[in-house]
């Protein structure tokens, strides 16, 4: 009988050496970025307890979330009568107690509150790993995704959120790729739905309008239609949705009309305050206030923050936001927190769409020895080491294959420069290096090849 061909997951992508290449430079550039601004490093579990994360992303978030089996005779924890209910809740609650975090932030605050007493506030963290969720694999949607979070908590100021448009910036200038940062506020949103009338459908609107990217404002109102609103309060929420403008005139705008709202009013002038402080030092790319921003997760209670591509269709390349509370949950209260997300993966396709890595991306090795036999293999190889003291990446053949193998190895993992020594070489005290790209071969002293490697690796 013949064997299934192995596979992996939907959802779930192999990486081979360029691409790994290539999601290095990604991380590279967003850690250097993080520690020019004083963010500091930490790690936290794959997995955590399933009662760490439920109830913390919304109701959609929660079926999102991938429960882990617990290990063992699990079934004996649940009688016939459970088994036949088929209520995949209750079971799921019966059978698991652990899940795969669905994002970083939760986990980061299960980890403030954990570890309070050995953290100096305003803690400032970055965090770089994957995170798993249950959703429908499309283009630019994964079911296994890293993230490359920071967080400021302890700290109420607004300078936390306009550093972080600037690392926004910085990322995105450093990788090429033109972007909109999307900002918007929470408080504002609140003061929206007391002015139409239902501030009690606070979840309903917001997890509505989080999706008009996706489908569309017509979708969107009907959603909210069948939740509830009326149609009344549809046509006052309507124009907001498409408030159109420069940022001083939206913010003169929402002065007026949430006038009368003191949440509403608090978040305009949080709003204006943190653009205020951008003004500071400005942005290269445009800053956008977007009343049809909401972010569909619970926790956000402030500032709310999207970066869009402007070059590419492709989902939110960086998302986060201001949570007034969050380690509340977990027994910490009055701790206010902000944070942003950089989407790698998305960032990644955006970059490889619009063709912005650089050609060197992918070279391993920058220099191929090539192995004629024992003794000029061992010649070779002390000036192998002396390239690499100076940080030259480079290898030697492992056995004495024909030279046109060699050659070849090196030209199909584009290795740019090939190193060859002989009788004649090794009496001269001298090595051959040829240039794979222009073909060119000149004979050289040591010093001389470290030369014209070092010029290449810095161009």
Same mark, same amino acid.
């Given at each position: 009988?013949?064997?299934?061909?192995?596979?992996?997951?939907?959802?779930?992508?192999?990486?081979?050496?360029?691409?790994?290449?290539?999601?290095?430079?990604?991380?590279?550039?967003?850690?250097?970025?993080?520690?020019?601004?004083?963010?500091?490093?930490?790690?936290?579990?794959?997995?955590?307890?399933?009662?760490?994360?439920?109830?913390?992303?919304?109701?959609?978030?929660?079926?999102?979330?991938?429960?882990?089996?617990?290990?063992?005779?699990?079934?004996?924890?649940?009688?016939?009568?459970?088994?036949?209910?088929?209520?995949?809740?209750?079971?799921?609650?019966?059978?698991?107690?652990?899940?795969?975090?669905?994002?970083?932030?939760?986990?980061?605050?299960?980890?403030?509150?954990?570890?309070?007493?050995?953290?100096?506030?305003?803690?400032?963290?970055?965090?770089?790993?994957?995170?798993?969720?249950?959703?429908?694999?499309?283009?630019?949607?994964?079911?296994?995704?890293?993230?490359?979070?920071?967080?400021?908590?302890?700290?109420?100021?607004?300078?936390?959120?306009?550093?972080?448009?600037?690392?926004?910036?910085?990322?995105?200038?450093?990788?090429?790729?033109?972007?909109?940062?999307?900002?918007?506020?929470?408080?504002?949103?609140?003061?929206?739905?007391?002015?139409?009338?239902?501030?009690?459908?606070?979840?309903?609107?917001?997890?509505?309008?989080?999706?008009?990217?996706?489908?569309?404002?017509?979708?969107?109102?009907?959603?909210?239609?069948?939740?509830?609103?009326?149609?009344?309060?549809?046509?006052?929420?309507?124009?907001?949705?498409?408030?159109?403008?420069?940022?001083?005139?939206?913010?003169?705008?929402?002065?007026?009309?949430?006038?009368?709202?003191?949440?509403?009013?608090?978040?305009?002038?949080?709003?204006?305050?943190?653009?205020?402080?951008?003004?500071?030092?400005?942005?290269?790319?445009?800053?956008?206030?977007?009343?049809?921003?909401?972010?569909?997760?619970?926790?956000?209670?402030?500032?709310?923050?999207?970066?869009?591509?402007?070059?590419?269709?492709?989902?939110?390349?960086?998302?986060?936001?201001?949570?007034?509370?969050?380690?509340?949950?977990?027994?910490?209260?009055?701790?206010?927190?902000?944070? !942003?997300? +950089? /989407?790698?993966?998305?960032?990644?396709?955006?970059?490889? &769409? *619009? %063709?912005?890595?650089?050609? #060197?991306?992918?070279?391993?090795?920058?220099?191929?020895? !090539?192995? +004629? /036999?024992?003794?000029?293999?061992?010649?070779?190889?002390? &000036? *192998? %080491?002396?390239?690499?003291? #100076?940080?030259?990446?480079?290898?030697?053949?492992?056995?004495?294959?024909?030279?046109?193998?060699?050659?070849?190895?090196?030209?199909?993992?584009?290795?740019?420069?090939?190193?060859?020594?002989?009788?004649?070489?090794?009496?001269?005290?001298?090595?051959?290096?040829?240039?794979?790209?222009?073909?060119?071969?000149?004979?050289?002293?040591?010093?001389?090849?470290?030369?014209?490697?070092?010029?290449?690796?810095?161009?």
């Amino acid at each position: 009988m013949a064997k299934d061909k192995p596979g992996i997951p939907k959802g779930t992508r192999d990486f081979d050496p360029l691409e790994i290449s290539r999601r290095e430079l990604i991380f590279d550039t967003i850690r250097e970025t993080y520690r020019m601004h004083g963010f500091r490093p930490i790690e936290t579990p794959a997995m955590e307890n399933l009662s760490t994360l439920t109830g913390k992303y919304g109701e959609e978030g929660d079926r999102l979330i991938f429960r882990v089996l617990n290990s063992g005779d699990f079934p004996s924890k649940v009688d016939d009568a459970e088994w036949q209910s088929k209520n995949p809740q209750r079971l799921a609650a019966r059978i698991s107690d652990k899940a795969l975090r669905y994002d970083l932030t939760v986990p980061f605050a299960r980890y403030v509150v954990q570890h309070q007493h050995h953290i100096v506030f305003p803690f400032k963290r970055y965090q770089m790993q994957p995170v798993w969720r249950a959703d429908r694999p499309q283009k630019g949607r994964y079911r296994e995704f890293f993230q490359c979070d920071a967080d400021v908590i302890g700290s109420d100021s607004l300078f936390n959120e306009a550093e972080f448009f600037q690392i926004i910036d910085k990322v995105f200038s450093q990788l090429n790729i033109d972007v909109r940062i999307l900002v918007n506020n929470r408080k504002i949103l609140a003061g929206v739905a007391e002015y139409i009338g239902f501030p009690h459908k606070m979840g309903l609107i917001t997890t509505a309008i989080d999706k008009l990217d996706k489908v569309g404002l017509d979708q969107v109102l009907d959603e909210l239609a069948r939740g509830g609103i009326t149609v009344e309060a549809l046509e006052k929420l309507n124009p907001l949705l498409q408030l159109s403008g420069s940022n001083d005139e939206k913010m003169a705008f929402l002065s007026d009309l949430l006038k009368d709202s003191e949440t509403g009013t608090r978040g305009v002038e949080e709003v204006r305050e943190m653009l205020d402080i951008i003004a500071v030092t400005p942005l290269h790319c445009e800053l956008v206030l977007d009343l049809s921003l909401a972010r569909g997760l619970d926790y956000y209670t402030g500032a709310i923050i999207e970066v869009k591509a402007l070059d590419v269709e492709m989902g939110s390349l960086c998302g986060g936001g201001r949570y007034d509370d969050l380690t509340g949950i977990f027994g910490l209260n009055d701790v206010s927190g902000v944070g !942003i997300s +950089f /989407g790698a993966d998305r960032i990644y396709d955006v970059m490889l &769409a *619009l %063709e912005r890595f650089p050609d #060197i991306t992918g070279t391993f090795s920058q220099l191929l020895a !090539i192995n +004629f /036999g024992p003794k000029e293999r061992n010649y070779c190889l002390p &000036a *192998l %080491e002396n390239l690499r003291s #100076i940080g030259v990446q480079c290898e030697m053949y492992p056995e004495p294959a024909k030279l046109k193998k060699q050659m070849q190895y090196a030209d199909k993992n584009s290795i740019p420069f090939v190193l060859m020594a002989g009788e004649e070489e090794m009496k001269r005290q001298v090595f051959s290096l040829k240039d794979m790209r222009s073909g060119d071969q000149q004979e050289l002293m040591l010093e001389q090849i470290s030369d014209v490697l070092m010029k290449y690796i810095e161009r």
